[in-house]
Nanobody
Framework: QVQLVESGGGLVQPGGSLRLSCAAS????????MGWYRQAPGKQRELVAG???????TYSASVKGRFTISRDNAKNTGYLQMTSLKPEDTAVYYC???????????????WGQGTQVTVSS
């Protein structure tokens, strides 16, 4: 069992930046692929970015070039650096582990509780 805890969300103006963190409870985090999903009010949860256990990133078209996913396996922590934020990025962001985040994607069994990101002036 792996527990995931997100942090770093908040209110930011359009064009601003935030960095989300996802801390895992166990060192076996390093063997899992990791992804970030988001869910806006009234919309389905969508995959934003993923990173393989070896560190290869993938991004959705809506965030490519603005968001950067990374991980520090020594700290059992994943990150999502978000820049040039837009109002349409407003959502609850969820960390996920153990899924497949490229090609035919599917989420893994492990989810964090979510962190709210609000982009507004």
């Amino acid at each position: 069992q792996v527990q995931l805890v997100e942090s770093g969300g908040g209110l930011v103006q359009p064009g601003g930046s935030l960095r989300l963190s996802c801390a895992a409870s166990r060192s076996i985090f390093s063997i899992y692929n990791m992804g970030w999903y988001r869910q806006a009010p009234g919309k389905q949860r969508e995959l934003v970015a993923g990173i393989s256990s070896g560190g290869n990133p993938t991004y959705s078209a809506s965030v490519k070039g603005r968001f950067t996913i990374s991980r520090d396996n020594a700290k059992n922590t994943g990150y999502l650096q978000m820049t040039s934020l837009k109002p349409e990025d407003t959502a609850v962001y969820y960390c996920n582990a153990g899924g497949k985040y490229y090609g035919d994607t599917y989420p893994g069994a492990y989810w964090g509780q979510g962190t709210q990101v609000t982009v507004s002036s």
